[in-house]
């Protein structure tokens, strides 16, 4: 079946330094790939999406790329700031397959 | 525009009572989910719904049944609850079919403990 690996966190970074977070995915097919943000007491909301192999998603400063090659949709930004701090989930999913497939999110904290 | 709206937000219970937890959405969308977030263990889906008039488990379904009222509104009841029930549940939705892959909506969550 499909999964979707994160890289582990938490992830903590001084503000402006450069952010990656790692995804790769497991999948038949061409999924479309996501990513959403989580801030505390909330719940997800989309970033950034991908629908096809080397499509580029882009929002707030963040972009990832669909590499169909190496299975990957890493998350970066160039300069973070506190406000971004906040649980990131990679997920995928395939047309008309019903149902999402999420990682297990990384944790985010920027520091001033 | 509401999206994605939850109730309660918050509830606690003793073990063996029952509770339905409400979702409602206003987006038009066909598609319903319930999950479960748990520290450490990320999202986990207990029952979706692909339509109206559908319903399918998802990975942890065991203590859960959902209803899938209308297209607007898809509930999930807890008929005995334990305390490994205990997690913040999220509803979520979507528009499936051939409208292309489009990324799922969430509500704010319910925060449910159980004693």
């Known amino acids: 079946g499909d999964s979707v690996t994160q890289m582990e966190g938490p992830v903590t970074l001084s503000e402006e330094a450069f952010l990656t977070i790692n995804c790769t995915y497991t999948?038949?097919?061409?999924?479309?790939l996501f990513w959403y943000v989580q801030y505390p007491g909330e719940g997800l909301q989309l970033l950034l999406k991908?629908?096809?192999?080397?499509d580029k998603g882009s929002n707030k400063g963040f972009e990832a790329t669909y590499r169909k090659e190496t299975t990957s949709f890493h998350l970066e930004k160039g300069s973070v700031q506190v406000s971004d701090s906040a649980v990131y989930f990679c997920?995928?999913?395939?047309?008309?397959?019903?149902?999402?497939?999420f990682g297990d999110g990384t944790t985010l904290t920027v520091k001033p | 525009n509401a999206g994605v709206t939850q109730t309660p937000k918050f509830q606690v219970l003793k073990t063996g009572q029952s509770m339905t937890l409400q979702c409602a959405q206003d987006?038009?969308?066909?598609?319903m989910y319930w999950y479960r977030q748990d520290p450490g263990m990320g999202l986990r889906l207990i029952y979706y719904?692909?339509?109206?008039?559908?319903?399918d488990k998802g990975e942890v379904p065991n203590g859960y049944n959902v209803s899938r009222l209308n297209k607007r509104e898809f509930s999930l009841r807890l008929e005995s609850a334990a305390p490994s029930q205990t997690s913040v549940y999220f509803c979520?939705?979507?528009?499936?079919?051939?409208?292309?892959?489009?990324?799922?909506?969430f509500g704010d969550g319910t925060r449910l403990s159980i004693l």
């Open positions: 987006m038009n969308h066909n598609s």
């Open positions: 999948a038949t097919g061409y999924p479309s």
């Open positions: 991908a629908t096809k192999a080397d």
């Open positions: 979520a939705s979507t528009r499936q079919g051939d409208h292309g892959n489009q990324p799922q909506h």
């Open positions: 719904s692909a339509s109206e008039g559908t319903t």
């Open positions: 997920a995928l999913t395939h047309t008309n397959a019903g149902k999402s497939t």
